[in-house]
């Protein structure tokens, strides 16, 4: 029951007027037009994360240690798909902004909170309503401008605990890219090795998000393995993030590429000398007979193009039904007056509110200043990740006591 307004049009805008003085600066300090923007905080779209949770639930009802790697890995993978095609940049959330999704359909609740402006720092803390996992983490999305591309580097690490298995693996989020900025079609890639370290034993998964090469023939691709504590390699990963993941027998899938080398060919694309073309390459992946299917992404709504490519589960994400604005915390993303303008189609009132809102929280931090105060978090506290011993922020709990007297005043 989703009353928002199709999206605007980008046409009207030159982007390259803006983003020509910027080269190498990080994008945080530069700001954008809102119709560059898609109706959602930051805060909201790492809630996305969550959207394949029932793998969470499966890794939890695995007897087999690696068999639960191979579902957290496929979680892995799942919590950045909803990245694909979403060239919408997500609204900076203030300081003190909250956001909670609490989905009893999935199984599991979850805060966020932003408890840093510079850098800008977003706390997220998820845990299964029956009591069998916890998975939380903070993110630093450092974004660089490189003339064509913007790169975010999602620095941060990610635990998820599986409290009956008394288990914990960490890990951090590959590199986004969006490409062509400036000229020809936007599309974004994602790159980077994925290590999820199971911290009982050091033993790991390493994943390789492949960037997508000169042809074309990796676009997409991640493949990695799962070795055991005496680096024994016990199954290789493989398929593309924003399709489908499996599972084979390491020896069944040399001997595969052995066969499969022999019969390759090379694919050419068309070189553009103004923008770096997505490769047309749109095979799906080849599966290895003898593979188990880890995850399958869900196909997203009909007119998705129209919604800023959301999929179904981002689409209900600033849904407000009756009765819940008494019941949120008033920091919450939801009743953020831009991104609802926004939500609602009208831009205008959007900017606007946008404008007033940056300003207020300027105006805090210099009365904060002249105070010498000090901004407290509300649901978070600076600590250190038990797992992996580095700085990472941790809930400190009670948020859906629901006692938000003291929240600050940032709308
Ligand atoms: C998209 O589809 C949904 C459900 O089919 C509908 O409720 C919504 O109004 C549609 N949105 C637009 C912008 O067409
Ligand atoms: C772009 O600007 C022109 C002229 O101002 C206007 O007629 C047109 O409707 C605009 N197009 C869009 C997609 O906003
Ligand atoms: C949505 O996806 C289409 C098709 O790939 C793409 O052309 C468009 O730029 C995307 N829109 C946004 C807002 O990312
Ligand atoms: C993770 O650690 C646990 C506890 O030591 C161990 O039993 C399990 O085999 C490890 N899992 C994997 C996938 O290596």
Known sequence: PRQSAPMFSRNNFSVWSILKKCIGLELS?????????????????????????????????????????QAVAAFAVSAVASQWDRTGKPFNPLLGETYELLREDQG?????????????????????????????????????????????????????????HKEAYTWTNPLCCVHNVIVGKLWIEQYGTVEIVNHSTGDKC?????????FGKELHRVEGYIQDKCKKKRCVIYGKWTECMWSV????????????????????????????????????????????LLWRVASRPPNSTE???????????NELEPGMEG??????????????????????????????????????????????????????????????GSQDWLYTGGYFDRKYTDSPDIY
């Open 29 to 69: 300090k530069i700001t954008m037009p809102i119709v560059f923007n898609e109706p959602l905080s930051f805060l909201q779209r790492i809630s996305e994360y969550m959207e394949h949770t029932y793998l969470v639930h499966k890794a939890c009802a695995q007897a087999e240690s690696i068999e639960r790697m």
């Open 108 to 164: 599991f609740r979850l805060v966020s909170e932003q408890v840093s402006h510079h850098p800008p720092i977003s706390a997220f803390h998820a845990e299964g309503l029956a009591q069998d996992f916890v998975f939380h983490g903070s993110i630093y999305p450092k974004l660089k401008f490189w003339g064509k591309s913007v790169e975010a580097e999602p620095k941060g690490t990610i635990t998820l605990e599986l409290l009956k």
């Open 206 to 214: 390493v994943l390789n998000f492949k960037p997508c090469g000169m």
């Open 249 to 292: 027998d390491p020896q069944v899938y040399e001997s595969h590429r052995k066969n499969d080398r022999k019969g390759a060919e090379e694919t050419d694309v068309a070189e553009n000398e103004d923008a770096d073309d997505m490769p047309e390459v749109q095979e799906t992946v080849a599966v290895i007979p003898g593979s188990t």
């Open 307 to 317: 919604m800023y490519n959301f999929t179904n589960f981002a689409i209900g994400l």
């Open 327 to 388: 019941v949120l915390a008033p920091t919450d993303c939801r009743l953020r007056p831009d991104i609802r303008a926004m939500e609602m189609g009208d831009m205008d009132e959007a900017s606007k509110q946008k404008e007033r809102l940056e300003e207020k929280q300027r105006a805090a931090r210099k009365e904060r200043a002249k105070d010498n105060e000090e901004w407290s978090t509300r649901w978070f506290e600076l600590g250190v990740n038990p797992f992996t």
